[in-house]
């Protein structure tokens, strides 16, 4: 099985790596495969450079819709 966790964001550049920490902790002793698809919801912030940064230190289990 592998669960897709869909995240809307807007404005969110304080938030993304904290709530993808909490996943990642959340889901730790898992079995199963999951992904995060942060979708960037028109942010006027940096929002989009948070989740860049955070896709290149990650597992690659997430997807970024712009």
Do not use: W
């Amino acid at each position: 099985m592998k669960l897709s966790l869909v995240v809307p964001c807007y404005n969110e550049e304080y938030n993304v790596k904290d709530f993808h920490n909490a996943v990642e902790k959340a889901f730790e002793n898992e079995k199963f495969k999951y992904e995060i698809i942060f979708i960037n919801d028109g942010s006027t912030d940096n929002t989009m450079r948070e989740l860049k940064d955070l896709y290149d230190y990650s597992k690659q289990n997430i997807k970024i819709v712009n």
